[in-house]
């Protein structure tokens, strides 16, 4: 994981760096004082979606929290994983969709909230669920929603910099030039942090997937898993994936995906058995995967890794 790890490092300092460079050239042209103001403003909105962010989950997944007696083997399954993890258990959700997923999310680890959907639970057996459990808990464990949060900020600034500066820049020909410059690398900025902030959630998605394995769960049991929620989120009608939309990023994986991915896992079920199994899993470690050109784009805008290269790491963890 060390790997892993070194990436987010570069990635942070990258980004930090970017804000930095476009500060240094606002100071150089024009002064700070807009950028102060719209720092100011990016933070308190942050602020503002750090204390509401929760209940608006709660509200666009119609998640409502299992009682006392309610659930008890799913209870025991996150109350176990909580354990291992060595963090507190969070509060256990419901979301009332038909769309088979899971997700974490809350503003601290004593916050933390585990939802599993209507739709996962008559899908997935027990050593599958936990395993997707697993990968949530570890989202909590390593506070990467937080991470995000914080990182997302960085692009948040920038766009109202570049917006700043375009259309409402210096009324003096040379200083309106000056401001159309600023907002223009601003924008630039902008388009290059967001792709890396969907880069670091795709890294997030690996570290939650390799957390589930430290946690005790198989591979083989988070592949099938993965492999079955493509293909229960293959079937839902495109109208009600579109509900969806604006979670996609907390789900274990990419829902408006499902029909392209569908086709490459097909091909890793050699038995034709609905599962992938630590064989199967064996007999794609020795392959080498490429992407084409489509598919390498369409993992550069997506919250979430390519599933043919995140399996094909879930096979490289299974007898390390």
Known sequence: MWYLKLRMYILVAVLF?????????ISYKLGVTNFYFYLALSF???????????????WSMSVTYIKEGEYPELRQMVEKLAMKANIPAPRIGIAHITIPNAFAFGRSIKDGRICVTQGIMSLLNKDELQAVLGHEMTHL??????????????????????????????RRDKSQ????????VAFIFYFVTNL???????????????????????PSSLATALYKLVYGSARIPKDELKTAEGMKAFFVNDPSRALTELRDLRELDLDRSGTISS??????????VKLNFGDK???????????LKR??????WQHA
């Open 17 to 25: 760096a970017i804000v930095y460079a476009m500060v240094s050239i």
């Open 44 to 58: 308190v909105l942050m602020f503002i979606q750090y204390m509401v962010g929760p209940k608006l989950v709660e």
């Open 141 to 170: 464990k390593n506070r990467d929603v937080l991470t995000i949060t914080l990182l997302s900020v960085i692009p948040m600034i920038l766009y109202r910099i570049a917006w700043q500066f375009l259309f409402f820049g210096g």
């Open 177 to 184: 030039g000056s401001a159309a410059l600023v907002g223009l």
């Open 196 to 218: 890396l902030v969907l880069y670091a959630s795709r890294i997030r998605e690996h570290f939650a997937d390799k957390g589930s394995v430290d946690l005790g769960n198989n």
């Open 279 to 288: 064989n199967e899993l064996d007999a794609l470690q020795r392959r080498a």
């Open 297 to 307: 784009v369409m993992e550069i805008f997506s919250t979430h890794p390519n599933m």
């Open 311 to 316: 399996i094909k790491r879930l096979s490289e």
